[in-house]
């Protein structure tokens, strides 16, 4: 059920709609009146007739429009606007009401209970949608003008339409329109979220299952790891088919469905898409390596062995040994920047990128919103296929770890190339699609510059903040040199975990719910767009795996044996029933369940003390944050181990990251979120004093 008042916020301005109404219809009167005194007509018969359009035909059809329905605009934080109309007896006219707001279109969506719709036609009669006041609705329409400043004019042609209205207009206080990738992005790694059907995985139709969640939490998008068919080599990332879906995670029946079912509650779909590589059993690979002539051979990154047999240079995998692979059949040697299972596609052939502009197509015509982009910053290699050299001291730790430079094989300058292109398909719907890049770089200038000038990645995942320790000086800097790097127009995206790194409650909280909330204040209230993690919100830590039940290529192939990255992705902790809530009882999952009799989504939700409670809290106080848009960020001064800093000139947020005490001093106002929860409320006076680990969101 969509509850407007909820959905988009509290009216801030009152619509004087019905004096307005009442205005237009008085306007006939007196005109009627002059004209019947020009054409002879005493003065009384004028006055008369004045008088009586006045005081009986005015008042009747203001009645009935009354009874018949009566309107109620809003216009939220998105620049969207809603007209409800009440207890309708029949449909305003749509077309009309969309041109009003849609200078030369009629594009506008309808919700009913289970999607949204892009139609030209009514709305059903009887939509379970409540008004204001709690009063069922008959209909609603949702359109999104061009441009901000064309809101007034435009309501102002509705009310014209239709009147009386008592219902309240609410602006916005958003300081320019807010693209829902600017909100609050939500990872879900698919085989671990949900199980509909018992075989210990999940799918798609067990995250379409838990979507009120995500909804009820607050989340503006949703990021699904690979849905394409795929043997599972690396768990999806080495992808068979780009056009379709998994048979194990469902149908494309099912992504539609996941679609709808998620913008029915306000919220869009992003996939994972990786085109660096296929798996090796791609009917694209299969084929190119059954002979050198073949046509498609060339899709592929191909070359002969050195005189003495040895790879063609000495690049690496990131999943540890060589980079290359002896083809025996045809003498040569094919790429794999990961695993010998995925091979590199050759993004210098055209062939590739046209064969890629289709599946980009495929996917956003179905409605997908755009897509978390793997590894674009090694999409192209070096076409003379040079060494690289070897790691420095001042190299990322990282490439240290793999002892060279990728210098040669990766941050190709024409990656921008592609992803400009990339962009023009994306721009081209009129809904225009996202796209979210993951470059595993960390020098932040580099990362930046896949922003281009607008016109390459609406986002990129900020690695040197991913991997920097939880302490105030080292976020401090992270943070200041991000946004230093980043072109103008640019949003950074802040996050603390995904399926390759360790969890966040572990890695920089050490299980200490003290820190979690700290971190999730952290990640929620900086400027830009946050990215949690699924369990993230719940505080949901590593879970222990034994190694032979550890089913990560990475952990096996790295110099130390290990679960390698399973611990991070174990299945949701929905209950503490047996399975966790996320498979039927008795059912052995893919991975190992972690504890979560302490830790699940049901206990928490019913607490409003819990993680989950105040990361929520977190979320709805981030979208009223006076300054959430447009607010300039600039760091206070604090002692050393406090991390403080002001959001235009209304909101403060302060976090002790220390084990002592501490206090800011030049703060002032209402705390209106705090770690501590029962300070919230709390007035403070020009010295904000912190416990260990204590954070505080103040407004004035």
């Excluded at 379709?244 to 996941?258: K, Q, S």
């Excluded at 990656?415 to 890049?437: C, F, K, T």
């Excluded at 989950?612 to 206070?636: V, Y």
Aim: hydrophobic share 40%; aromatic share 10%.
């Amino acid at each position: 059920m969509r509850d407007v008042k909820r959905d988009f916020g509290e009216p801030q301005e009152l619509v004087r709609s019905d004096l307005r109404g009442l205005a237009l219809l008085l306007v006939p009167a007196p005109v009627a009146g002059a004209v019947a005194v020009m054409v002879g007509q005493e003065t009384k018969t004028a006055l008369l007739f004045t008088l009586l359009w006045a005081g009986i035909f005015v008042p009747v059809i203001i009645a009935v429009r009354w009874v018949v329905g009566r309107n109620a605009i809003f216009v939220d934080d998105k620049g969207l606007i809603a007209i409800v109309r009440d207890r309708a007896k029949r449909g305003p006219d749509w077309d009309d009401i969309a041109d009003a707001f849609w200078d030369g279109g009629a594009f506008w969506t309808s919700w009913d209970p289970g999607t949204i719709r892009v139609t030209k036609k009514p709305a059903p009669a009887g939509e379970d949608v409540r008004g204001p006041g709690g009063d069922r609705v008959g209909a609603v329409v949702v359109v999104r003008p061009r441009k901000r400043a064309a809101i007034g004019r435009h309501v102002e042609l509705a009310l014209a339409k239709y009147l009386p209205s008592r219902a309240p207009l609410m602006t916005s206080n958003a300081e320019g329109e807010k693209a829902w990738w600017h909100g609050v992005l939500y990872h879900v790694y698919l085989r671990s979220f949900a199980d509909s059907n018992g075989d210990g995985a999940g799918d798609l139709p067990g995250l379409i299952s838990r979507l009120d969640h995500l909804s009820w939490l607050g989340v503006d998008g949703i990021w699904v790891s690979p849905v394409m068919p795929s043997p599972n080599e690396d768990w999806g990332y080495d992808v068979a088919d780009y056009c379709a879906v998994d048979p194990a995670y469902g149908t494309l029946g099912d992504v539609d469905r996941l679609v709808g079912e998620a913008e029915t509650r306000g919220m869009r779909v992003l996939f994972d898409l990786v085109p660096n590589h296929s798996s090796d059993r791609h009917p694209w690979f299969v084929t190119s390596r059954s002979s050198r002539e073949d046509p498609k051979r060339d899709w592929y990154v191909w070359s002969d062995p050195k005189p003495d047999g040895s790879p063609p240079n000495n690049w690496v995998s990131s999943f540890f040994g060589p980079a290359w692979q002896l083809d025996e059949g045809t003498g040569q040697y094919y790429l794999h920047s990961f695993l010998e299972a995925q091979a590199d596609l050759n993004w210098w052939n055209e062939g590739v990128r046209a064969a890629f502009d289709d599946v980009l197509r495929f996917w956003f015509d179905r409605g997908v919103a755009g897509f978390r982009i793997d590894v674009v910053h090694k999409m192209l290699k070096d076409p003379q296929l040079r060494d690289n050299p070897p790691a420095t001291a001042s190299d990322s730790f990282i490439e240290r770890v793999w002892g060279q430079r990728e210098l040669n094989n990766a941050d190709h300058r024409q990656n921008h190339d592609i992803m400009r292109r990339w962009r023009e398909i994306a721009d081209s719907y009129a809904q225009p699609r996202v796209l979210v890049g993951e470059t595993y770089l960390f020098d932040l200038a580099r990362m930046a510059a896949y922003y281009g000038a607008g016109d390459e990645l609406h986002l990129n995942f900020n690695m040197p903040f991913l991997w920097t320790p939880f302490e105030a000086p080292a976020l401090r800097a992270v943070v200041q040199e991000t946004l230093a790097a980043l072109p103008e127009g640019a949003r950074p995206v802040w996050n603390a975990g995904s399926h390759d790194i360790t969890r966040f409650p572990t890695r920089w909280c050490g299980g200490d719910v003290r820190k979690v909330r700290a971190a999730l204040m952290l990640l929620l209230m900086l400027p830009g767009t946050a990215l949690l993690y699924y369990g993230d919100e719940i505080g949901m830590g590593d879970t222990t795996v034994a190694e032979d039940a550890a089913r990560d290529p990475l952990g096996r192939r790295a110099p130390v044996r290990s679960a390698g990255r399973d611990p991070a992705r174990t299945p949701m902790q929905w209950s503490a029933r047996p399975g966790a809530g996320f498979t039927d009882p008795g059912v052995v999952p893919w991975l190992p369940l972690g504890d979560a009799s302490g830790c699940n989504v049901e206990a928490q939700r019913s607490d409003p003390g819990s993680v989950l409670s105040f990361c929520r809290d977190l979320i709805a106080l981030r979208r009223e944050a006076p300054d959430r848009q447009g607010g300039a960020m600039r760091f206070l001064d604090a002692p050393e181990n406090v991390l403080a800093w002001r959001r235009g000139e209304r909101v403060t947020v302060a976090l002790n990251l220390s084990d002592t005490a501490d206090t800011v001093e030049t703060v002032r106002g209402v705390i209106r979120a705090g770690t501590r929860r029962e300070r919230e409320g709390e007035r403070v006076e020009r010295r904000l004093a912190l416990e260990p680990w204590e954070g505080a969101v103040l407004y004035e």
